[in-house]
């Protein structure tokens, strides 16, 4: 209600937004991309909770849309009667701008006709794009393109699209923020809560451009372990999950990335589960290159040593481990498990 204040008494001028809602059935997740020509434009316009569905606001946003929305969802209405709901209720139904994906996929938007041009929006299973202010139809209808055509991951979808729209054109005021969420049930870190992708660029230049290298970091760091958890306590998903880690590692080590810690966080986390040891081992001797003096990416050396079973070469590493951290007792227990497991050999 707080942005609605603002505009209201000092006549802020609505700012264009173009956004995407969707559902990846897959794997039971909802996400929202958004961009504009606001600051923190993702402080806004997406609202997502699992398993009930996702919203976007915008336009003159009415930000009790969105958890309004979702509370009429998780009712068990559908996305077009929770439209309708909120819209027959509001003052300016004109000025506003929505668009929703259910917990079934169904997808429902509104433009209201006062919407500064040109704006509009369009619909299909489990997605709908919408957007105001922008140079023309081509950045709707090329998002939705993009999105039904790209395979993998919902962000990455959603991401695509998002970089399509602007390609096309975006706010034809310009750029200023960005944003995607995705979420689903215990898809956030060690599974505490549900964000499996949350990143946004308040002010930039270039917002979807910085949002894609953030992303790119994210999916390597912390997605990839995610799967890697839900492919554990989900065994009806595990071979997607499974997949989709697997593709983030062959994607890594394909690429021109210069940042020890993806190379290191994808080597720990596959060599714990005893997963392509060859490629495994190759992440982990990246990163020791990258970050050569780093006692933490020497121990993850050695546990893919230890994982092809080569325990020479995982006690010399984590013997120099130990040689920067004397006193680190996690390198300890390393050092006699790679020990005894080379005296029973």
């Known amino acids: 209600m707080f942005v609605v204040f603002l505009l209201l008494i000092y006549n802020i001028p609505s700012y264009g937004t173009f956004s995407i809602v969707a559902m990846d059935s897959e794997t039971d997740a909802w996400g929202v991309a958004v961009a504009s020509r606001v600051p923190d ?20 946003a009415n930000p009790y849309f969105g958890p309004r929305i979702l509370e009429i969802l998780s009712q068990g209405k559908s996305a077009h009667e929770a439209l309708n709901i909120v819209i027959q209720a509001d003052t300016i139904p004109e000025q506003r701008q929505v668009g929703i994906v259910d917990k079934n ?4 938007a509104y433009t209201g006709k006062n919407n500064l041009v040109w ?15 922008l140079t023309g139809p081509e950045v709707i209808d090329s998002m939705l393109a993009v999105f039904q055509r790209t395979d993998g991951p919902l962000a ?4 695509a699209a998002l970089e399509k729209g602007e390609n ?8 200023q923020s960005a944003a995607l969420y995705v979420v689903r049930k215990r898809g956030g870190y060690q599974g505490v809560d549900d964000r499996l992708v949350d990143l946004k660029v ?22 990839a372990p995610a799967y890697l958890r839900l492919a554990d306590e989900e065994k009806d998903k595990a071979d997607i999950f499974l997949k989709r880690t697997h593709t983030l590692l062959l994607m890594a080590l394909g690429s021109d990335l210069s940042d020890p810690e993806v190379y290191n966080s994808l080597a720990w986390e596959f060599a714990l589960r005893r997963m392509y040891p060859e490629q495994t081992l190759e992440a982990a001797k990246r990163a020791h290159e990258l970050a050569p003096d780093e006692p933490h ?12 079973g ?28 790679f020990e005894e497991a080379s005296k029973n050999k």
């Open 41 to 60: 434009v993702g402080y806004i316009v997406p609202w997502i909770e699992p398993g009930v569905g996702a919203v976007a606001t915008q336009a003159y």
């Open 105 to 108: 996929g169904q997808a429902a």
């Open 119 to 133: 704006a509009g929006h369009k619909t299909a299973s489990s997605v709908t794009v919408q957007g105001n202010i």
């Open 156 to 159: 990455e979808r959603l991401l």
């Open 168 to 175: 096309a054109g975006g706010d034809k005021r310009g750029k």
């Open 202 to 223: 308040m002010d930039s230049p270039e917002p979807v451009k910085e949002l894609r290298r953030l992303y790119t970091m994210w999916q390597y760091i912390f997605l």
């Open 297 to 308: 990416i020497m121990d993850t050396l050695a546990e893919a040593y230890y994982m092809i």
């Open 310 to 337: 080569d325990y020479d070469k995982a006690i010399y590493w984590e013997k120099e481990a130990l040689k920067r951290t004397p006193g680190e007792e996690f390198y300890k227990k390393q050092l006699k498990k």
